[in-house]
């Protein structure tokens, strides 16, 4: 059976998800980037196109995520999109793994966000990579505990971030692949 058991869950959209797809494929894992019609993601293989019935099944007020998160969002139909594939995203792992940055209110920087809160909401165990302090960080009993080197242990896990990418990201999550799936 092998790394083929195991399945990412992802957007597919440029930079962080684009890199935890290479990876899972590098490794032989099953990979499903969750989209909707019009909306453009940098990989292709395991795309699938949600319904309009499928994004208004995971729909979340924009006025409780903005208040949840301490900023205002867009109320464009599009990041509505956006903000339900997300949902779809955490919703099917059963580990979250997030490349970004944390911010003093404990939320993660940007739309990249919503999935780290998402995640908290559902009570997924939750693994961010911050760009900025160069570590790993796990939400534990309310609060951000650094972690030395993070493991994915579920064999559905969801990978999202940050559009913005740097170096100590893409280190960070070819690491984590390596422990993970190497052999």
């Given amino acids: 059976m092998g790394?083929?058991?195991y399945i990412l869950y992802s957007g597919g959209a440029n930079g962080a998800e684009a890199e935890f797809g290479a990876l899972a494929e590098r490794y032989g894992l099953e990979e499903v980037n969750y989209s909707f019609e019009g909306h453009q993601t940098g990989r292709e293989r395991g795309a699938r196109v949600l319904t309009t019935e499928e994004l208004t099944l995971k729909d979340?007020?924009?006025?409780?995520?903005s208040r949840l998160m301490n900023r205002k969002f867009s109320s464009a139909p599009i990041f509505r999109k956006v903000l339900q594939s997300i949902c779809w995203q955490v919703a099917s792992g059963h580990e979250v793994y997030v490349v970004g940055a944390i911010q003093e209110d404990g939320t993660v920087k940007g739309g990249t966000g919503w999935g780290a809160e998402y995640a908290k909401i559902c009570n997924k165990p939750l693994f961010v990579f911050d760009q900025e302090k160069k570590s790993w960080f796990q939400w534990?009993?309310?609060s951000w505990e650094v972690v030395e080197a993070p493991v994915i242990s579920h064999h559905h896990f969801t990978g999202t971030g940050t559009r913005f990418m740097n170096d100590d990201g893409r280190k960070a999550l070819?690491?984590?692949f390596e422990r993970s799936f190497g052999k």
């Fill in 3 to 5: 790394n083929s058991v």
């Fill in 60 to 65: 979340v007020s924009l006025t409780y995520v």
């Fill in 140 to 142: 534990l009993k309310g």
């Fill in 174 to 176: 070819t690491e984590l």
